[in-house]
């Protein structure tokens, strides 16, 4: 049962995060040229990138924890409702993938796939760790937030990765307005979405 609830939620949250991955791919060309040509470029389309993933993250996963409810009610009968926490909490894990991918991106651009192999690896190692812990204990919730963590260890190694090796500068303050941005969209979106007729 436990595992049919959670690939239920794992389903549809994976489906989230089809748009990141185009819009990824979509940028690694562009990426690729400017390494090469202009370091100015460069960073242009790599701020591009990050600003387009941060708007897109927050209003995602904002919009999943508040709809989880009828989203798993449209796609499964109401015996599937403890999905709909775990849908909630794997969300987030979508969003950080959302994250990540501009420094996984300037990676591969620059030639280190290297590390992008030692990164992975460490976060399905950290994974499977993760799942032994808290498995048992928290069921499928456990099984939610061991990706939850992954996903942020590697967000977190790619981002120290990308900026310790000087490939991109990442600016904290339009990071941070980028996200303020998002957030206030996702809260004006929260309110019309709440209204019953919407809902």
């Known amino acids: 049962k436990e595992i049919g609830w959670y690939s239920a939620a794992y389903g549809i949250v994976s489906a989230t995060i089809i748009p990141g991955a185009l819009i990824s791919r979509s940028f690694a060309p562009v990426l690729s040229k400017f390494f090469k040509e202009s370091k100015e470029r460069l960073q242009k389309a790599w701020d591009k990138q990050m600003e387009t993933m941060i708007l897109l993250a927050v209003p995602l996963v904002v919009g999943g924890i508040v709809l989880s409810q009828r989203i798993i009610d449209s796609f499964y009968p109401l015996s599937f409702s403890p999905s709909i926490?775990?849908?909630?909490?794997?969300i987030i894990m979508a969003g950080l993938i959302f994250l990540?991918?501009?420094?996984?991106?300037?990676l591969i651009a620059s030639n280190h796939q290297k590390k992008i192999f030692w990164i992975s690896l460490f976060g399905a190692l950290a994974n499977v760790v993760l799942n032994l812990m808290l498995i048992p204990k928290y069921s499928l919730y456990g099984a939610a937030f061991a990706a939850v963590i992954t996903y942020a260890v590697i967000f977190s190694l790619s981002f120290i990765c990308a900026v310790k090796l000087g490939l991109i500068s990442f600016s904290w303050s339009a990071s941070f307005l980028t996200f303020i941005v998002a957030f206030i969209a996702s809260f004006l979106m929260y309110l019309l979405i709440?209204?019953?007729?919407i809902y």
């Open 194 to 197: 709440r209204e019953p007729t």
């Open 100 to 106: 990540y991918r501009p420094f996984m991106d300037i």
């Open 85 to 90: 926490l775990a849908f909630q909490i794997l």
